[in-house]
């Protein structure tokens, strides 16, 4: 039974495509490539779901302990039917009373190779199936073989490790739950489940909204347009992405040393616009941006600024806010390319707050905001265990956020959320988690508005969740010595020991991401239910 189509009949029938967000699969779609996935699947009970990319479909087994790397263990796997390709990097929440109801990570994906000569579809008719994964977790020789059937006919196979050279005694699947796609575990995959939200559509175009494409990408600038900023002299005109910049002071300091002993000058912080761009910008485009403008250096105070100057170049996005009352910002800047990011720079706007809504319909937030704001007495050990009674919180309640540091003294905590909640919601449901965390540490934390009645004691600052109010955004540098930055970080990051609020800089950032990533990132536009409470 090789046609793909007549294998993959048994999979439509138990599927309503009307219903689930599954792709529906077009058959066929042969291709070269021998691609593995292992999906983690919470359903009635929890397996791994191993498929094999063999004929135009996904081969596969549910394996209830899951795939390991331990050669001792021998794992029950049923064969199950076929899955069409484009399931492949299916991951998020299969309706309830769906069959396989229940919520799907990719754990693991790669390739795959058979390890005998000869037709792996006649290996697998034969039962015993040897082969090697290369994936992001699994590795080396695997075998597959049956045994026998279950009491409803499915085949009950072996799925063994051979003792290679990837084999690793008492290996737990179980100890690596996050997926390989998106960094996220079955719980939070759960509780922002993108990819049943577009379960109204037909399945085919419900498998489009399944990938991350939906989201714009934005390209760095080249290492050309990099060397002619380095080339220029005080000032000039740089080519960047089609657009001229009018560059201007650019040995100016804007930044005064900070511990590696060097100051920070203009064409550093525009060559840093540009290049954080594509990481920035994700935070940044169709949101209205609130500047703080420190022109002369941050050694100098700075001052809030909203207004489009009328000497900005023709091609900076502008957003009119027709609310606006007399003496209010009419005309914002709205940065959605790399050259806008950089005129930013020149233009000193040191300091970045997107808004927490999006154009056109600035009263909906896409966020819910937790700022952890220290008081003058509060350490940062004491951040830290504000931001654990966070996480546990949040946990408790299976809402996906994550953390990040201001680059000043505080933590934060984004949430992402669906769409309909107005700033009045986000900021009564934030008010509620916060006085819960604070009612656990009373000595930590103060509810004074005031700063000087806050005797110096943190403060939850559920305030910020207003159409006019925003936070730092992700990767804008800070006013201080060295050009701290604002970070994202894992949760699991809070309990290392080198974690500093201001440890990364403009100078060390683009390295971390280079190494970690942005943890924040697969969480835009996620459309996150908040519970009630
Ligand atoms: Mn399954």
Known sequence: MSDPQERLATYRAKRDFSVTAEPAGTGGAPSGSSRFVVQRHRARRLHYDLRLEIAGVLVSWAVPR????????????????????????????????????????????????????????????????????????????????????????????????????????????EDHPRSVKSGLTNDQVAAAPEALWRSDLPADEASVALGSTARPAWEGPTDEELDALEAMGKGGLWQLQGRELKLTNLDKVLFPAGDDGRPVTKREVVR?????????????????????????????????????????????????????DPGETRCYAVVDSVPALAWMANYGGLELHAWTSRIPDVHQPTWALIDIDPGTTTSFDEILVLARLYRTALEHLHVVGMPKVTGKRGVQIWIPIAEGYSFSDTRSWVEKVSRAVGRTVPEMVSWEWHKDRREGLARLDYTQNAINKTLVAPFSPRPAPGAPVSVPIRWDELDDPDLRPDRWTLRTVLGRLATAGDPLAPLIGRHQQLPKL
Request: hydrophobic share 35%.
């Open 272 to 324: 840093y616009y540009a290049e954080i761009a594509p990481w920035m910008l994700p935070y940044l485009h169709d949101r209205p941006l609130n500047l703080n403008r420190f022109p002369d250096g941050v050694h100098r105070p700075g001052f809030w600024h909203k207004e489009v100057p009328s000497h900005a170049p023709d091609w900076l996005r502008q957003w009119h806010n027709a609310e606006a």
């Open 66 to 173: 899951g795939p390991t790397l331990d050669p001792k263990a021998r794992q029950l796997a049923v064969h199950v039917e076929d899955h069409p390709v484009e399931y492949f990097d299916f991951e998020g929440v299969i309706p309830k009373g769906e069959y396989g109801g229940g919520d799907v990570i990719v754990w693991d994906w790669g390739t795959w190779s058979h390890a005998k000569p000869g037709d792996p579809l006649k290996a697998i008719e034969k039962g015993d199936l040897h082969f090697d994964l290369q994936g992001q977790k699994l590795a080396g020789r695997f075998v597959l073989v049956r045994r026998d059937r279950d009491s409803s006919g499915k085949e009950q196979w072996l799925l063994l490790h051979k003792n290679d050279d990837a084999a690793v005694p008492g290996w737990d699947p």
